[in-house]
């Protein structure tokens, strides 16, 4: 081997270990790719703590248990050649493909933690790009204000790396293909995620019995009845581009089963019907069936007058897994029925 090959091989290598090594940075704190490493490492029966992302000695313990078994120098940093050792648990790295439903690796478990440690719950970090990934995906994407298609590649993830919180975002700039008045003119109370540790697919306006409630935008009402999953008195108003939005726990209806309405067309009145603890109206935005944080799509005039609005106090997203959606399963769907949904505790 001449000099200058020898020279080449070395950058060559020293090249590729700089590439896979540089998203593990094990020495930093919490970590997405330190997640995905206690994912591999869970899958393969070697830790047994939790997904945390903190390369903590348990972490550190598993890693050089793992190495030793596969006749690697056991210094408990997930190099290159560890993560080779790793198989298909190991690969992809995080940022070298655009992730999709279906999709599994490395890469995904570490989406998985960033989402979550975020407040979007994945119904699990396991390295499986299921409906609750795909779900999860859409809704921070939809906070964001970046395209909702699902898809996660290098846009999405510069956005969950520096977006700072979807609570954050001023409701006089709401972004997104769609624009929402306020069905209501009050001031958010609960908001979307998980205010207090529990899942709230939707808003809640604490407003007297009897307050008239606006639709929130052009479209026909889908359903006009009663839910027996706590929705109580429930209207779905289906809008263009697989947009839904919902309006729960009302007193009296206004429009039926296939009423057109527009901006502002009272359809209903807030009440308490349902599993509800007080009169207020509990407002979802759905898209493709799945509940989205409406927030960044409210104008900050309501449908009924132009009262404007500051933005809402920010939500507090708790980040824990929900045990309600399975990983990597389907969405039931019995929660897109408007006569069976099944409201979330809130
Ligand atoms: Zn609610």
């Known amino acids: 081997m001449t000099m200058w090959s020898r020279l080449t091989s070395v950058v060559a290598v020293a090249a590729l270990a ?15 790719n330190v997640a995905a490493l206690q994912v591999a490492l869970r ?58 439903y279906g999709d599994r690796g490395w890469d995904v478990a570490a989406l998985q933690f960033m989402l979550s440690r975020r407040g979007y719950s994945t119904g699990g970090v396991d390295g499986g790009f299921g409906a609750g990934t795909l779900s999860a995906v859409r809704r921070f994407q939809s906070a964001a204000g970046i395209t909702v298609d699902g898809r996660v590649g290098s846009g999405t993830l ?3 790396r520096h977006h700072r919180s979807s609570s954050g975002v001023s409701s006089s700039t709401p972004t997104g293909p769609i624009r929402l008045l306020r069905p209501v003119a009050g001031a958010i109370g609960d908001g979307f995620g998980y205010p207090g540790g529990r899942r709230h697919d939707g808003v809640d306006f604490p407003e007297p019995y009897g307050t008239a409630v606006g639709a929130a935008g052009r479209g026909t009402v889908a359903f006009a009845g009663w839910n027996s999953g706590g929705y109580g008195n429930l209207i779905v108003v289906q809008h263009r581009l697989g947009y839904q939005t919902w309006y729960a726990h009302l007193s009296a209806f206004d429009v039926h089963q296939g009423s057109a309405v527009a901006g502002g067309t009272v359809i209903g009145r807030v009440g308490s019907t349902g599993r509800s603890t007080g009169p207020h109206l509990h407002f979802e935005l759905r898209h493709d069936g799945i509940p989205i944080n409406p927030v960044p799509y409210l104008l900050s005039s309501t449908s009924l007058g132009k009262r404007i609005f500051k933005a809402e106090a ?3 997203c708790m980040d824990r897994e929900d045990p309600s959606t399975p990983a990597g399963g389907a969405i039931p769907p ?7 949904a099944v409201l979330a505790p809130c």
């Open 314 to 316: 920010p939500t507090r």
């Open 158 to 160: 510069r956005a969950l």
């Open 43 to 100: 899958a393969l029966h070697r830790y047994g703590g939790g997904i945390d992302g903190i390369p903590g000695p348990r972490t550190k313990s598993a890693i050089r248990t793992f190495q030793r078994a596969h006749r690697l120098a056991a210094d408990g940093v997930a190099g290159p050649r560890t993560r080779s050792a790793l198989g298909r648990r190991g690969r992809p790295g995080l940022g070298s493909r655009v992730m999709t």
């Open 334 to 340: 019995r929660r897109q029925n408007p006569r069976t």
């Open 18 to 32: 700089l590439l896979a090594l540089a998203p593990v940075a094990l020495a930093r704190g919490s970590n997405a």
